[in-house]
C-alpha cells in the first residue's frame, strides 16, 4: 500500500493529494469534503457529472468507463492521478475505482452496493449494517462541525447573538418514504415549542432545506409570526443561516428524515430532539435509536446545557490514516 501511494503522489507533483469526489448533492458532497479536510492534505474538489450508460451501472465498470464523467476527467485519469480519492454516493464510487486503478489509493463513503473489495476502505454508518475486513463504521455521518467550525460560524452570524435566550432553534428537511411526517405534526411541534418559549421567554429560529415543501414553509411563516427570532425559507430571506443557527443554539430541534442533519445538530453542545422520532423506519429508525442509547437525544423541554458532542469524523480520519499509512499531516 505504501509503495502504491508513493508512486501515486510522484506521477504529478503539482497535483493535490487528496481529491474529494461527488455527484455534487449536498449530503455527499458534505461528507466526501468533510474527509478530505480531515485527512489535513490539499484538497481538491470534484463534483462529478454522470454519463449515460455508465452512470446506470455505476460502481461497477462497463467498457468505455474512462469517459464516464467527460474529457476532463478523463484526462486526470491520465495526467494528475490523486494519492487518495475519496467518493461518496454510487457515482463517486466509480470515479474512485478507476482512480484506484491508475494508482491511487480509494476511500469509499457510504455502502457501495457491491464487494468492498474493490476499494482500500469504505466508511459506513453503523444503520447500514455493512461488515467487512477494510470497513470503518460509524454513528451518523461525516461532516465538518467542530468547536473551531462553530467559532468561525458564531463570528459570521454575529448579529444573532442579539436575539433573546434561550434560542430553540428548528432544523427541517422533509418527508420521506422512511421519515413520513406531515404539515401537521410539524403544527403539534410549533404549538410546544411556543408553549416552551411563553414559559421561559427566548426566541425561536428556524430554517428549511431544499426537501422542505411550500406548505410546510407557509406553515412556519403563520405561526412563527411577531414570535422573537428568525425563519429562513429560502434565498429571498438572504444568506443561509444554518451554520450561525447550530453555533447559537441553546437547544436544536430536528425533523425525523435527516440522518446528515441529526449528526450535525448532535455535534454541538447543546440538546438536541427530533419531533416525532417514532414516525421513522427503517435506516433512520435505528439511527435515531442508537442516539437516543447514547442519551444524546432528549425531550424537547430539556433545560439548555453543555452535553457531550457527537464527533465522529476525526476519529474516522485517524483511522483511515492508520489504515492507509498516507503520511498525511
Not at 463513503?109 to 455493512?130: C, F, K, Q, S
Not at 428537511?173 to 406531515?182: I, L, Q, V
Not at 450535525?264 to 427503517?282: I, K
Amino acid at each position: 500500500m505504501i509503495a502504491k501511494l508513493e508512486r501515486s503522489a510522484s506521477h504529478d507533483s503539482d497535483s493535490p493529494q487528496i481529491w474529494a469526489l461527488s455527484d455534487g448533492r449536498a449530503g455527499n458532497a458534505r461528507q466526501a469534503e468533510a474527509m478530505a479536510a480531515a485527512l489535513g492534505g490539499a484538497a481538491r474538489t470534484l463534483h462529478l457529472e454522470p454519463r449515460a450508460p455508465w452512470r446506470w451501472a455505476a460502481p461497477r465498470i462497463l467498457p468505455g468507463a474512462r469517459a464516464a464523467f467527460g474529457p476532463d476527467f478523463a484526462e486526470a485519469l491520465d495526467n494528475a492521478t490523486p494519492t487518495l480519492a475519496i467518493g461518496c454516493g454510487r457515482q463517486a464510487a466509480l470515479a474512485t475505482r478507476l482512480l484506484r486503478a491508475r494508482g491511487a489509493a480509494a476511500v469509499q463513503i457510504l455502502d457501495p452496493r457491491i464487494g468492498t473489495r474493490h476499494w482500500d476502505a469504505v466508511i459506513a454508518p453503523e444503520h447500514d449494517g455493512l461488515s467487512g475486513a477494510n470497513v470503518i463504521t460509524l454513528l451518523g455521518s461525516l461532516h465538518p462541525v467542530d468547536d473551531a467550525w462553530l467559532q468561525r460560524a458564531r463570528a459570521g452570524f454575529a448579529q444573532l447573538d442579539h436575539l433573546p435566550g434561550p434560542r430553540s432553534v428548528v432544523l427541517l428537511g422533509g418527508p420521506t418514504r422512511h421519515a413520513p411526517w406531515t404539515t401537521a405534526h410539524l403544527d403539534a411541534l410549533l404549538g410546544r415549542l411556543l408553549e416552551v418559549r411563553a414559559s421561559e421567554g427566548g426566541s425561536v429560529l428556524a430554517t428549511v432545506s431544499r426537501r422542505t415543501p411550500t406548505a410546510i414553509a407557509a406553515l412556519l411563516r403563520r405561526r412563527l409570526a411577531g414570535v422573537p427570532g428568525l425563519l429562513w425559507t429560502g434565498s429571498a430571506d438572504g444568506p443561509n443561516p444554518y451554520p450561525g443557527l447550530l453555533a447559537w443554539a441553546d437547544r436544536i430541534v430536528c425533523s425525523p428524515d435527516s440522518v446528515n442533519m441529526v449528526s450535525e445538530a448532535c455535534a454541538t453542545r447543546v440538546p438536541v430532539h427530533v419531533f416525532d422520532a417514532v414516525l421513522a423506519r427503517s435506516r433512520p429508525r435505528r439511527f435515531l435509536d442508537a442516539l437516543a442509547a447514547r442519551g444524546r437525544l432528549g425531550a424537547l423541554d430539556a433545560q439548555p446545557r453543555m452535553v457531550e458532542p457527537l464527533r465522529e469524523t476525526p476519529r474516522v480520519a485517524a483511522e483511515i490514516r492508520a489504515r492507509l499509512a498516507t503520511g498525511l499531516a
